[in-house]
């Protein structure tokens, strides 16, 4: 329906709706007077609601037979009509403000399919887009793309900040998780709305992954790899950073629960094990995690960073002389290896004992 056959039949049923409400006031200071009998003051409101019903052509809702053309805004002609006819003057009266609000209200609000459009714009064009796109192209390095998220939900643009959510929900990876959780208490409703969307989403295609790994490990009970893809993506679920906590602690047990199901078909299987050993850190079993990390910890281990789980474990149950031991070993081996931050670094060198001038040079 266009505007302006809106605004036509507005006007049409607001005329319509003043001399209602002239005749209405009469009618009531008549009735209030005592210069006319309750009878006939309810027989004479009574025909007056059937000509308003009459004069704006009231549709099927009144009438067997349907009087109003297809192009006419139905809504208008029913307001009048049933608040006329069970409020009086009061009904007659509010309904010609309510007509007054919308025809002002239609002149500014903005079309359903547009404010629809704007919660996942088509930007691929866009200056807005290159902008993020930009940040997201940063060389893998997640933590300054986070980072420079986080400024663009700080500082930006709507329409930066919409291309933002997009591309977030388009190519999510688990450390965006806390972007999407800062832009539902964003300012602008949009983007909340918009952030609420794509977790969502994301939430709905975590769910459709399980269901699909769960029915082909139900498929193959002895396939093994089907059931490390369960517990990897369990793994990966627990640190999206978008599901609650409740959820979080359902896939923990799940993912452990897997994991120790794929260890007893293939015990000597380290990425499995440093898997295992890193849930079990997360969930406080500070014991069990030592144990799964001390086989995968070894000198002669392809995964070195499990002697930083390690060291986690053992700081946690108090076994500090082991932890000397092991960082002095594991400094010797990796410190000047640039795979890790230099926080790690840093702290393996104070438990080895290494001072800071005999530390070698870090790698700018």
């Known amino acids: 329906m266009s505007e302006g056959r809106v605004f036509a039949n507005a006007a049409k049923v607001a005329a319509v709706t003043a001399a209602s409400a002239a005749l209405e006031c009469s009618l009531a200071y008549l009735w209030l007077t005592a210069q006319v009998h309750t009878p006939v003051a309810i027989a004479a409101h009574s025909l007056v609601v059937a000509a308003i019903a009459l004069a704006t052509r009231c549709p099927r809702a009144l009438w067997p037979v349907p009087l109003a053309k297809a192009s006419q805004d139905i809504r208008l002609p029913i307001l009048v009509t049933v608040s006329t006819a069970a409020l009086g003057p009061i009904g007659a009266l509010g309904s010609l403000f309510t007509l007054l609000l919308a025809r002002q209200y239609m002149r500014r609000a903005l079309p359903f399919e547009e404010w629809y459009r704007s919660l ?209 070993d594991w400094e010797s081996r990796h410190a000047s290896s640039a795979e890790y931050p230099p926080e790690a670094l840093q702290a393996v060198r104070l438990w080895a004992g290494v001072r800071a001038a005999d530390a070698p040079a870090e790698a700018s």
Not at 163 to 171: G, K, N
Not at 237 to 242: A, D, E, N, V, Y
């Open 120 to 328: 996942f714009p088509d930007t691929q064009d866009t200056e807005n887009r290159k902008v993020v796109d930009q940040i997201a192209a940063a060389d893998g390095r997640e933590t300054d793309a986070v980072t420079a998220f986080s400024d663009v939900l700080s500082f930006g643009s709507l329409q930066q900040k919409q291309d933002l959510i997009a591309l977030v929900s388009s190519q999510f990876r688990p450390a965006f998780g806390p972007v999407l959780k800062r832009a539902l208490h964003d300012d602008h409703s949009a983007i909340r709305v918009q952030a609420a969307t794509a977790m969502s989403k994301l939430e709905n295609t975590i769910l459709q992954r399980t269901m699909e790994l769960t029915r082909q490990v139900r498929a193959n009970p002895g396939d093994t790899e089907a059931l490390r893809a369960l517990a990897q993506h369990y793994d990966g679920c627990l640190f999206c950073g978008i599901l609650d906590t409740r959820r979080e602690e359902d896939f923990l047990t799940e993912a452990l629960a897997v994991y120790r199901e794929c260890l007893a078909r293939e015990p000597g299987d380290l990425s499995t094990r440093l898997a295992a050993g890193r849930l079990l850190l997360r969930s406080k079993r500070f014991r069990e995690a030592a144990e799964c990390f001390q086989q995968a910890a070894a000198p002669d281990s392809e995964k070195p960073q499990a002697a930083l789980w390690y060291m986690e474990s053992l700081f946690q149950l108090g076994r500090f002389a082991e932890i000397r031991r092991l960082a002095r």
